[in-house]
């Protein structure tokens, strides 16, 4: 019972009243129970097959279904015949931990080259928030792992009397963390969310003895777990599988730090390259591109080949023990683009772009970004003037083949969402296997107008369990809430669309029964979007939860999906209930 107070005299009272089961949730109990009362576990098999696309249940499967249900909802014991009424049919059906929408283990071929996969990444990843004042810790690295994130930046600067080293956000305010701390927090928690290998890119400030320092850090911390190439240039990346619970180092090759150069346009600090290219896209040619992409690429910690379109590093063998941690090479941009985008073949490396350089090169090269990803490594990272630690749309990077997206996980919104939406794929592991057109993609085929491959229809029952997770005034001081739901997809711009229901009123369970059908180019990057929202009349509408889920990995049928909040969290009870069909 919710008590609303009118006119600070009056008061309200709503009964929260549990929704009925949906007329399709009906429907299927009585064709499937046979029109009887109660479900059996070889029904409910039948009905896992038939409706729910799982041709791979067995009727065990289905009797510990019922076992769990029966126990939670009547502690029934485990000797007595087992089966289901509606209502437990129905609680089954809207239970996100026994009828979740997509699969939480891994199942894609962990056995190509890790240039294969999207690896989910982090940029700044010291930082507690803002890329300006916040202070920077252990934490937050902490944070993203947990949540699966593989690639952590550090940015490595010496500490004040100039004998160790500092991880911070270098000419900004932000606090120092001691490098050491950093890596002890990455080797204990490194591999709690996942196997797979986690990689630690570098911006390195550093003398050559503070170098050498380093690199002892880094042996003694990870011992063993650390990946130490067998050659200084490797042919081809290891594949995940053969590198879990490995930790690999990306930088370029150690050079000498040059103080004097702070004031040089080469050694900005960062992303602070991002205005180079002045205008909008639409307005900049593509030899004004070439021109400009050696700035927006030459970030400290951004790296490229050493190739003819790079500079040679400085006196290289000054921090030996520094220069055989990196399994990810890396350099500087000298040259045009498209020069530094040629494949080598007896090489791999990493390039970085600003997520302006990555929008401005897929004009005149997104064939040869594609083609350069399929073997080295493509990262993009937020521009400078990002300072509240914002993210940018992912999308372009993906269609690409760009492996590391770095993001900001400090802040939260919709492009974080996105990114965290792609990433509950594959159980979550951090690593998400490319889609095959993008391993083989012909030269001609990029810019040529797609064919509809599927058509997604999502259809939106209900939703439940706000009145756990939030008082009872949050959305409205006055009355129960008034929810509608925005669903709709994130993916290549002929697929993006949004739609939204229906406003229920006044009700903490709503129910709206509506379907919608999407059609799309590029399943295997589409994103489905889900948004709640309470409508408000006088002010900009509530936010009362949200998710992204890959919809190559939607399991069909009639699913319970949870909700998060604004920074990702998953809600304790609020889910919806939905169905999914590729038709």
């Known amino acids: 019972m919710g008590t609303y107070r009118m006119c600070g005299c009056f008061t309200r009272k709503f009964k929260i009243i549990e929704a009925a089961p949906p007329l399709d949730v009906?429907?299927?109990f009585e064709k499937y129970a046979e029109g009887g009362p109660q479900m059996t576990a070889e029904q409910l098999h039948r009905f896992l097959?038939?409706?729910?696309?799982?041709?791979?249940?067995?009727?065990?499967?289905?009797?510990?279904?019922?076992?769990?249900?029966?126990?939670?909802?009547?502690?029934?014991?485990?000797?007595?015949?087992?089966?289901?009424?509606?209502?437990?049919?129905?609680?089954?059906?809207?239970?996100?931990?026994?009828?979740?929408?997509i699969d939480n283990k891994v199942h894609h071929d962990m056995t190509a080259p890790l240039s294969h996969y999207f690896i989910y990444t982090g940029h700044n990843s010291y930082l507690t928030g803002n890329q300006l004042s916040s202070d920077c810790s252990d934490v937050p690295i902490i944070k993203a792992l947990k949540r699966g994130v593989r690639v952590v930046e550090l940015d490595l600067w010496p500490n004040s009397t100039k004998d160790d080293v500092d991880v911070l956000h270098g000419r900004t305010l932000t606090a120092p963390v001691e490098l050491i701390k950093c890596l002890k927090s990455i080797k204990e928690h490194a591999f709690g969310a996942s196997e797979y290998p986690v990689v630690i890119t570098l911006e390195d400030h550093l003398t050559p003895k503070l170098q050498a320092k380093v690199a002892q850090m880094v042996t003694q911390t990870f011992g063993k777990m650390l990946f130490r190439p067998e050659s200084e240039c490797l042919k081809e990346f290891p594949a995940p599988e053969d590198l879990k619970y490995k930790i690999l180092i990306s930088t370029k090759p150690p050079k000498e730090y040059l103080e004097a150069q702070t004031n040089k346009d080469k050694e900005k600090e960062k992303d602070s390259d991002d205005?180079?290219?002045?205008?909008?896209?639409?307005?900049?040619?593509?030899?004004?591109?070439?021109?400009?992409?050696?700035s927006d690429a030459s970030d400290n910690n951004q790296d490229d080949e050493d190739s003819d379109a790079f500079e040679p590093e400085v006196d290289s063998s000054r921090s030996p023990g520094y220069k055989s941690l990196i399994a990810i090479p890396g350099g500087k941009i000298t040259g045009r683009l498209k020069e530094a985008l040629k494949v080598e073949p007896d090489k791999v490396r990493r390039l970085s772009l600003s997520e302006q350089a990555l929008e401005k090169a897929t004009v005149s090269y997104g064939t040869d970004l594609v083609r350069f990803t399929q073997k080295n490594f493509l990262r993009i990272y937020p521009k400078g003037t990002r300072f509240n630690s914002s993210n940018y749309k992912p999308q372009i990077g993906?269609?690409?083949?760009?492996?590391?997206?770095?993001?900001?996980?400090?802040?939260?919104?919709?492009?974080?969402?996105?990114?965290?939406?792609?990433?509950?794929?594959?159980?979550?592991?951090?690593?998400?296997?490319?889609?095959?057109?993008l391993m083989n993609m012909d030269a001609n085929s990029e810019r040529a107008k797609l064919p509809v491959k599927k058509r997604l229809r999502v259809k939106v029952y209900m939703g439940d369990g706000w009145h756990f997770d939030f008082k009872h005034t949050h959305f409205d001081t006055y009355s129960p809430p008034d929810f509608y739901t925005k669903v709709g997809i994130a993916g290549v711009p002929d697929d993006e669309i949004m739609e939204k229901t229906k406003i229920k009123e006044d009700n903490w369970t709503a129910v709206w029964d509506e379907e919608f059908?999407?059609?799309?180019?590029?399943?295997?990057?589409?994103?489905?979007?889900?948004?709640?929202?309470?409508?408000?009349m006088s002010e900009k509408d509530d936010f009362a939860g949200q998710t992204c889920l890959p919809v190559s990995e939607l399991k069909q049928g009639i699913r319970a999906v949870p909700l998060f909040d604004r920074k990702g969290e998953k809600l304790n009870s609020t889910r919806l209930l939905m169905r999914f069909d590729f038709v």
């Open 26 to 28: 009906i429907a299927a």
């Open 49 to 101: 097959v038939d409706v729910q696309g799982q041709g791979g249940a067995k009727v065990s499967d289905a009797e510990e279904i019922l076992l769990q249900v029966l126990q939670k909802r009547h502690h029934m014991a485990k000797f007595r015949k087992h089966a289901l009424t509606l209502d437990d049919f129905h609680h089954y059906l809207f239970s996100a931990d026994l009828n979740p929408p």
């Open 275 to 294: 205005d180079v290219w002045g205008k909008e896209p639409t307005e900049l040619t593509a030899e004004q591109e070439d021109e400009k992409t050696d």
């Open 398 to 437: 993906w269609m690409h083949g760009a492996q590391m997206i770095a993001f900001n996980m400090q802040g939260y919104g919709r492009s974080l969402w996105l990114m965290q939406g792609m990433f509950r794929a594959n159980g979550g592991c951090g690593y998400v296997k490319k889609p095959d057109f």
């Open 517 to 536: 059908t999407f059609t799309l180019t590029v399943p295997e990057l589409a994103l489905l979007r889900v948004e709640v929202h309470e409508y408000d």
